[in-house]
């Protein structure tokens, strides 16, 4: 018997059942994102690899253990694997914000205007452990705003009330936003440095990966999720004197902005996201009915990121959501109940196939969706069919109606019936264009 093969660890079929719940949150993001003046960009795949080490941080898990390589090369690819210096093409993006920075630098966005706000939707490749919310493959609706006039506490409460009314949009009420600042880059070192004095004299109780995190990138540790670091972390204080005064102005003008928007907000000074980039502002929503994997999206700014990764000195903030989470979250409350066709079309017996095959090209050319059964079975089987696609209209084709040059219209919603002269039916298709 032949191989079977089946899908991926961590990854997963969207079958057609589930497509139309994703294209109503693909169109409630694109909406609500062209209401907030983004514009869509689609970056690759999969791009080199030290684009995401150098912003995300080398002491990330998501750097240090969830990239996904890609390799690619003139040798055979047994040989790919064993030589895969000089054949590493890169690796699968593993988030959508280094790759839109690449693209803006080399695309020189900032020659042409002063803010670039830019939306993404699409595939991101995490190597993690898979479980419920947590995949190898997923998908994230993003937005970055970056530019040399993108300093503006109001931008950062903007970029924040769009992933809560995107996330409203989709029918979410029960989540929480929680919101910090980590300051400058060099408010982000004096942190680094009170929390190594802090956490000093617990170090030994700390977990093993806490005790490396302590000398190589010690912010990490207030995102443990290890109980006894977490007891730890949440009985020291930190205070939030480390932040330079402009840091606090900003960051209270940003609580201001938000509390006139009437958006709810924690504020968490233990949030420090697990991503090098930020400065400033970060924010995080989650939601308890996902489980353990609760962050429905995060983002915050990034001040730096740009010049870092050699383009020009400019700021940026942005966000991403995680699309299957949004989709969990609503288990099935949205249900979009668009009918997925228009007209379904029966030919009551297999000697009129012909004609219902003509009447399908008619009801398409009409700008109409329509479909039939292309082998004549019996109305009910037919009937059943079209109920499956849960078309609006059924065109019925029988002996008579062959015979007297009409068709039989029934709406499947009220199920009134009506004969229809073949040659008024572009007339009666314009009408149910109509009121579609
Ligand atoms: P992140 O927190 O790594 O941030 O990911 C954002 C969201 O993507 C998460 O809150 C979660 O909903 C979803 N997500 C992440 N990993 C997985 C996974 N393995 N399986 C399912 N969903 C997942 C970023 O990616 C930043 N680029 C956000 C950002 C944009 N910051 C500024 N601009």
New binding site residues.
């Given amino acids: 018997m032949a191989k079977q093969f089946f899908i991926p660890r ?1 990854t997963s079929d969207i079958l057609p059942s589930e497509i139309p719940f994703w294209q109503a949150l693909e169109n409630t993001a694109r909406t609500i994102c062209r209401l907030y003046g983004y514009q869509e960009i689609r970056t690759p795949i999969f791009e080199e690899t030290e684009l995401f080490a150098r912003s ?1 941080g080398q002491t990330s898990d ?1 750097v240090q253990k ?1 990239m996904l390589r890609v390799l690619a090369g003139p040798r055979d690819f047994q040989e790919t694997l064993q030589n895969s210096e000089d054949s590493l093409a890169g690796v699968l993006r ?5 790759a ?1 920075v690449r693209s803006y630098i080399e695309n020189d966005f900032d020659k042409r205007e002063s803010l670039s706000k830019l939306f993404y939707m699409g595939a ?1 490749f ?1 190597g ?1 452990r ?1 479980q419920k ?8 609706i ?3 705003a970056i530019g040399p006039s993108s300093s503006s506490p109001y931008l950062d409460a903007d970029v924040i009330a769009l992933s809560v009314n995107l996330l409203k949009a989709c029918g979410l009420t029960n989540f929480k936003l929680k919101i910090n600042t980590l300051g400058t880059l060099e408010n982000k070192k004096a942190f680094y440095e009170l929390l190594k004095r802090k956490l000093q004299p617990q170090l030994t109780e700390l977990c093993e990966d806490c005790q490396q995190r302590f000398e190589r990138n010690v912010l990490r540790i207030l995102d443990c999720k290890n109980e006894k670091c977490r007891t730890i972390v949440r009985q020291t204080s930190f205070g939030r004197d480390w932040l330079t005064q402009d840091s606090q102005n900003y960051f209270n003008a940003v609580k201001q902005a938000l509390d006139m928007l009437n958006i709810v907000f924690e504020d968490d000074p233990y949030l420090v ?3 090098d ?2 400065t400033h502002t970060v924010f ?3 939601d308890s009915s996902l489980g353990s ?1 609760d ?8 001040n730096n990121l740009v010049s870092e990764l050699g383009g020009p000195q400019v700021d ?11 989709l969990l979250a609503q288990q099935g409350k949205n249900k979009p109940c668009d009918s997925f066709i228009d007209v379904f079309i029966i030919a009551m017996d297999a000697q009129y196939t012909k004609n219902a095959f003509l009447l399908l090209q008619e009801v398409r050319r009409c700008n109409l969706s329509a479909d039939m059964s292309y082998q004549a079975g019996s109305l009910k089987s037919q009937m059943r069919l079209a109920n499956k696609l849960s078309a609006r209209f059924v065109m019925i084709l029988g002996e008579d109606e062959i015979k007297n040059q009409e068709v039989t219209l029934k709406n499947m919603q009220n199920g009134m019936q009506e004969k229809i002269a073949l040659n008024s039916i572009r007339e009666k298709l314009d009408k149910l264009k109509i009121e579609r």
């Fill in positions: 961590g995300m998501v969830q593993p988030e959508g914000t280094a839109i991101m995490r993690e898979p919310g947590r995949l190898r493959q997923f998908h994230q993003g937005v970055e996201r697990g991503l980039y930020y995080e929503i989650s994997q962050a429905l999206g995060a983002g915050g700014r990034y940026a903030v942005g966000f991403a959501l995680g699309m299957e989470r949004i």
